[in-house]
């Protein structure tokens, strides 16, 4: 625990060791392992062609999870500069090189797909013209807890579109949080943690390192800011009685689920 003395020698700093950076691969780790078993479930050949759409995060994690194993992955997005994600810590190390490319027509090419895109992603259009022996969604929504966004989400008609005899959902859920987004996930972690921890006693206050990334990502298109930025302790903490914040913020991931249905 990193822990100092604050303005007097009464009050303590306490900084987590958990970054940011561990908070996103943690969640990237549950998705793209349940990914990762359930294509290993289907007894695939190591060179299968293996098509990743979407990049930002999921998409990064499976592709270099996949790439522990499979030797024929495509990460296809229409932001050419995500590919920098693919070379920096995001979604863990990638161990066999995945190639990348912004051509949609690529999409069909795979023996397997893998769908992150969410809303306003593939359509049912394209996809109806899927035909391939395993077809993977991940499902945006998380607990169907705002009408809305349930309302909006089409994968089950995209999904149905898909020629395959191989198709599942990825369903990521656990912290009552609106969608299955990696950056909402941690927000929503990040969130949580300050609620339970600002009824602690003795506590001053607390504050966490959070950014509106997506502005850094999609505007800027700064990669390297963005890992400079994430590569920062997540919580800091005034208190007079001091505590173990990292257990708390890996309490609280533990209750993230991400599952094959």
């Not at 990460?75 to 070379?87: F, G, M, Q, W």
């Not at 009824?199 to 509106?212: H, N, R, V």
């Not at 903490?237 to 689920?257: A, G, M, R, V, Y």
Request: charged share 30%.
């Amino acid at each position: 625990m990193d822990i100092d003395t604050g303005i007097t020698s009464e009050v303590l700093t306490i900084k987590s060791e958990i970054k940011l950076m561990d908070i996103f691969n943690k969640i990237i780790e549950k998705k793209s392992q349940a990914c990762f078993d359930y294509i290993e479930s289907l007894n695939l050949e190591q060179d299968s062609k293996i098509i990743v759409i979407g990049t930002y995060f999921t998409g990064v994690g499976i592709v270099k999870k996949l790439s522990e194993k499979y030797t024929n992955i495509m990460l296809i997005d229409i932001y050419p500069h995500l590919e920098e994600l693919l070379y920096t810590p995001l979604g863990g190390e990638m161990i066999i090189p995945v190639e990348f490319s912004s051509d949609l027509d690529l999409i069909y090419d795979g023996d397997v797909v893998i769908d992150t895109t969410g809303f306003g992603g593939i359509n049912v259009e394209q996809s109806s013209k899927f035909n391939v022996e395993a077809f993977i969604i991940e499902d945006p929504v998380a607990e169907d807890n705002d009408k809305l966004l349930k309302n909006k989400n089409n994968i089950h008609e995209r999904l149905k579109a898909v020629n395959s005899p191989n198709k599942s959902i990825l369903k990521t859920k656990g912290i009552d949080t609106k969608t299955s987004g990696t950056m909402t996930l941690t927000i929503g972690v990040l969130t949580n943690v300050m609620n339970m921890i600002s009824k602690k006693e003795g506590l001053l206050y607390s504050a966490c390192e959070m950014g509106f990334f997506e502005e850094v990502i999609f505007k800027e298109k700064n990669v390297d800011k963005f890992i400079e930025l994430t590569d920062r302790k997540a919580f800091k903490i005034s208190t007079i009685n001091p505590f173990e914040i990292d257990e708390i913020i890996l309490d609280e991931l533990d209750k993230i689920e991400s599952k094959m249905i």
